[in-house]
Nanobody
Framework: VQLQASGGGLVQAGGSLRLSCAASGSTFRGDAMGWYRQAPGEQRELVAT???????NYADSVKGRFTISRDNAKNTVYLQMNSLEPEDTAVYYC?????????????WGQGTQVTVSS
């Protein structure tokens, strides 16, 4: 399974970015997807997740500003980020998890840098 994240960049506070993560080598449709981020000197933290059925979950810090979505036809998960704040600066990683029978699996993408200037 490969996860290719893109869409990061430099943006001013209050701006928007949309991250994309294309998955290959998995069924995708049955997998749960998520976005995590890691700022320098900090632990990786959950940003948002979306289940195979489309149920979503968000960190409190991004609720109302970020939206996670998925396009199963394109094997792609998105993270629309609005009203960005300097505190959102981090490397953002996409994550895929699923199972085949009782065997669970999980994969990380390579990360994409998001920098928000004040």
């Amino acid at each position: 399974v490969q996860l290719q994240a893109s869409g990061g960049g430099l943006v001013q506070a209050g701006g928007s970015l949309r991250l994309s993560c294309a998955a290959s080598g998995s069924t995708f449709r049955g997998d749960a997807m998520g976005w995590y981020r890691q700022a320098p000197g900090e632990q990786r933290e959950l940003v948002a997740t979306i289940s195979s059925g489309g149920s979503t979950n968000y960190a409190d810090s991004v609720k109302g500003r970020f939206t996670i979505s998925r396009d199963n036809a394109k094997n792609t998960v998105y993270l629309q980020m609005n009203s960005l704040e300097p505190e959102d600066t981090a490397v953002y990683y996409c994550h895929l998890r699923g199972n085949i029978g009782v065997a669970a699996y999980a994969y990380w993408g390579q990360g994409t840098q998001v920098t928000v200037s004040s």
